[in-house]
Every structure is written in C-alpha cells, then in structure tokens.
C-alpha cells in the first residue's frame, strides 16, 4: 500500500527504533484487515446488492474466510514488511488506517468494482534513497512471495479434488498479483514511485513481469 514518509499524528513513547506494535496500530491493522475480507469477498461474488445477498443466503463465513487468507493476508504482510525494512534501517514506523478509503472499498465492492488503498505504514528518520527504496520495496516483495506460496496450495486443491484449496491458492496468486502490479505503479505515494526514484532497474525487473503476469491472469480469468 502507499508509503507515506511524513508523520502527522503519531507519538512514540520509546527513544529509539524497535519492532513492536501499538495498541491503536493494532487497532488499526485488525479493522483493516476485516474491512478488506469483507470488500473483496463481496467484489468476488460479483459485487452489488445481489452479491452481497447471495453471501447472506449460503453463509458468510466461507466467503470472508477465503478473502482473509487471501486479500487480507496479502495487504497485512505487506504492510508488516514496509515496517519491518523500516526498522531494520533504524525508523520510527508505524500503520494508520486510513477510514475512509476503507470505507470506498466497501462501497465500491457493492458497486461491482474495488479500490483498496486501506493505509499506510508512516515511518521517520534519515534513509539513503537505497534504503528508502528497500523500504517501499519490501511490501510488494512480499506480495510476490507469497504468490509462489500458493502455487502448491493451487497445486494441492487440484490434487486432491478440493474445490475450496482451489479457491484460496488460485485467489491468492492473483490477489497478491494484483497487489504486486498496482503498489509498483510509479505514481502518487505508491511503492513504485520511490522504487524507481532509487532505481530504474529495480523498478523494471519487478515491476514489468508484475504487470504482465497479473493481466494474463485477468484475461485467462485465473482466480476470478
């Protein structure tokens, strides 16, 4: 998700940089986290008042599960990484959600389209532009590992027979795909906008395959 280097409403009770969480980042991370389940699982059954009635009717908790281990699992890690490579560089960071987008994506879900932009890891100190670009670089890294992570999991659904393993590997390949391709976008307070501020060639060998990956998936209709 965007990287915001500015903080506005964060205080630190601790004089140096460590890996640990608040509780309002806590906080933050678990509404987040639920809101997207939610989004995605209802963009998935098609979005609209239809979609989100077909989940009412055969049952919540398979849909917002799968969308958990999948959507949910892909931006918590993302942003967990932008803060772990941010403290590896001795940075104050933390997560804020941010609301209202939160909220669009919730209301564009229902409108049968999704916008996700659920908040962003604020980090402060001095960085090289190679370690501010590590930084924004960590998160979609992550997304791509965890695209090869459900590949077997893809692989064992078809195995086995087990039209639900299917589901969470195929969903999650595209998913953090498509998460991959869009925070590599070289715009705005996007990842790939720092990325290729520090390198051009970083951000073309993740960036370029990111892309074309995720739009053969859409074209073939992978995980949909």
Known sequence: MPLDVTLYDMAYSRSSPELSFSRRE????????????????????????????????????VPVFVSLLTAGLGFLLHEIAHKVAAVRFGQLAEFRADYGMLFLAIVSSLAGFIFAAPGAVHHQGRVTSRQHGLIALAGPMTNAALTVIFVPIYLAGMMFDSSLIILIGSRGLMINLLLMAFNMLPFGALDGRTVYQWSTTVFAVVFIP????????????FGL
């Open 26 to 61: 806590l906080r933050d991370l678990g509404i987040a986290l639920v809101a997207l389940s939610i989004a995605f699982a209802i963009f998935f059954a098609g979005g609209g008042a239809r979609a989100l009635s077909g989940i009412l009717d055969r049952g919540v908790v």
């Open 210 to 221: 990111a892309l074309l990956l995720t739009i053969g998936a859409f074209i073939s209709g």
